[in-house]
């Protein structure tokens, strides 16, 4: 038994080449007895693998790395699998970009390895797979990606039962998020801190965000066919970092609360129909407002209108200011020149007035047609 349950480890190792992260031990030992990896868990991982083709040529340029099989290994220390160091449970499984290829059933053995807590199926391709409800069952799960593999249907509303998880990432699929689910998981997941859900249609979910965990530090939400006004109050969300809520139908005014954002290092709306005027508290560095650590401002493609404010002079970490194609008008304020790690700022297509002095020559620097 011992003999067979080593033989099919090595097949395993064999079959698993590719890797980004160590694994977490490689104690065992070809002639040791002590085998690390459950049988039931090998066994598992094995039957996963040969549900699925290898594809044989890479979508990109990048080759998947061949890490060359070694000798006496059990799944343990294979490569892509991490392992409980006492009980040898499988509780990380990093599988992105092997090529695999074929459909995830909901009867896959992947779903009876319980124990994991990391799993990253990502740049595969699962040939229109539906995200099986049996994900739900691996509740230990606190990472969870399954981002460009070729996933279609409805993000079943099982995801909600995974209470643990601190990183949900099921962008660049052909995916659709159901209201309903998305408020079992926007209540349910109450560690989330990372959230991606680029080009998921939600163009269904109401436009408001506010059960959403507090804890959330990065919100992707890119090309998901939202609508309606900004959909929280920033008040709440005060961890964020990095909030994309770019390219959506988005209208209406940017919120004003700012305050104490101290975190925001990168804010995208571009691509939506926010109107109105900047917000008074965005760049105004009064003792209730403090944006100090945005790096980078996209809001191009919107309807802002009214004069730049100076106070955006004072984003002292701006590198990237893009507010091009909006309808801003009167003088570019002299203070966006302060900006010493400004690296690339478009202000073209609006209706604004060449300030004193812009060289032309400055290649970080797009006024293009308002210089005409
Ligand atoms: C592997 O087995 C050899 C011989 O039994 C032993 O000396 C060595 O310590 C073992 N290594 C590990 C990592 O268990
Ligand atoms: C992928 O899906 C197509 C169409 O549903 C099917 O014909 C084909 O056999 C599938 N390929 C694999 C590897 O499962
Ligand atoms: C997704 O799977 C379908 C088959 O179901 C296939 O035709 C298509 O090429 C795949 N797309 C990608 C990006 O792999
Ligand atoms: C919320 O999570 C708990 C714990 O995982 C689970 O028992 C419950 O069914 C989940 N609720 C929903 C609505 O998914
Ligand atoms: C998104 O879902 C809506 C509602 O089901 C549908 O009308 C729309 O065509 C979908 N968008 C895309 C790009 O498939
Ligand atoms: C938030 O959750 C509560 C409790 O389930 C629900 O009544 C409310 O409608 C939700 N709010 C939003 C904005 O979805
Ligand atoms: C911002 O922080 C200050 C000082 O901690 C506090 O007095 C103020 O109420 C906060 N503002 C908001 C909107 O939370
Ligand atoms: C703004 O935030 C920075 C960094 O968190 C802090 O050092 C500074 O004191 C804050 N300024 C105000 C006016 O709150
Ligand atoms: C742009 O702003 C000007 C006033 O500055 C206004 O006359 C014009 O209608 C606005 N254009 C659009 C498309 O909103
Ligand atoms: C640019 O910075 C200098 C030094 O901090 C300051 O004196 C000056 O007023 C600033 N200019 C503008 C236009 O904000
Ligand atoms: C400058 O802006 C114009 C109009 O938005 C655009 O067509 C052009 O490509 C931009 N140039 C650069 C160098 O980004």
Redo the contacts with the bound molecule.
Sequence with gaps: MMGSVLLLSQILCLLFFHSHFQPSHSSSNFSSPVQLCPVDQSLALLQFKASF?MMSSSPSRDQPKTVLWREGTDCCSCDGVTCNMKTGHVIGLDLHYIML???LHSSSTLFFLHHLQKLDLSHNDF??SVISSSFGQLLHLTHLDLSTSNFTGQVPPEISHLSRLASLDLSKNNLMLEPISFNKLAQNLTQLRDLYLNGVNMSLVPSSFMNLSSSLTCLQLRYCELQGEFPFSLGKFKKLEYLDLAFNYFIGPMPDDFANHTRLACMDLSGNSFQGHLPFSLGNLNQFCNLTQLIQLHLSRNRFDGQISSSLGSLEKLNFLDLSSNNFSGKIPNSLFNLTQLTSLDLSDNNLVKPVEINPNDEWINVSKDLA
């Design positions: 083709s290829h074929g459909t040939n229109r």
